[in-house]
């Protein structure tokens, strides 16, 4: 069964850092494209970042929502199994639950940023909040 697990939400002040990670057990992460999600409260569940694969490395393309971009960065740490969602400059805008989510249908595959069900395999979510 696969899981995935974030970690590294918290509380920040405007201005301020926050790296999420997604780990994974029964699957390789560095196998499967990856993408982050967040869900504020009241608002639909948007896509923030994702990351790519490919079964020759040659393609760990990611891509950013408009609101995240220059901010966040999305890499991934094969030795460890993880990927990370760097957040700097964090705004109270940012406030939400975020989750990461893959999907057997992102294996070696190239990520999106939409609602696509591909990404069925969700983790449990970590609550960032931005508040002064």
């Known amino acids: 069964q696969v899981q995935l697990v974030e970690s590294g939400g918290g509380s920040v002040q405007p201005g301020g850092s926050l790296r999420l990670s997604c780990a994974a057990s029964g699957l390789v992460m560095e196998w499967y494209g990856i993408g982050w999600f967040r869900q504020a409260l009241g608002k639909e569940r948007e896509g923030v970042a994702c990351?790519?694969?490919?079964?020759?490395?040659?393609?760990?393309?990611?891509y950013y929502a408009d609101s995240v971009k220059g901010r966040f960065t999305v890499s991934r740490d094969n030795a460890k199994g993880t990927v990370y969602l760097q957040m700097n400059n964090l705004e109270p805008e940012d406030t939400a639950v975020y989750y990461c989510?893959?999907?057997?249908?992102?294996?070696?595959?190239?990520?999106?940023?939409?609602?696509?069900?591909?990404?069925?395999?969700w983790g449990q979510g970590t609550q960032v909040t931005v508040s002064s």
């Open positions: 990351i790519s694969s490919s079964e020759d490395r040659s393609d760990d393309s990611t």
């Open positions: 989510a893959t999907g057997l249908r992102m294996l070696y595959a190239r990520c999106g940023l939409g609602p696509d069900p591909v990404y069925d395999t």
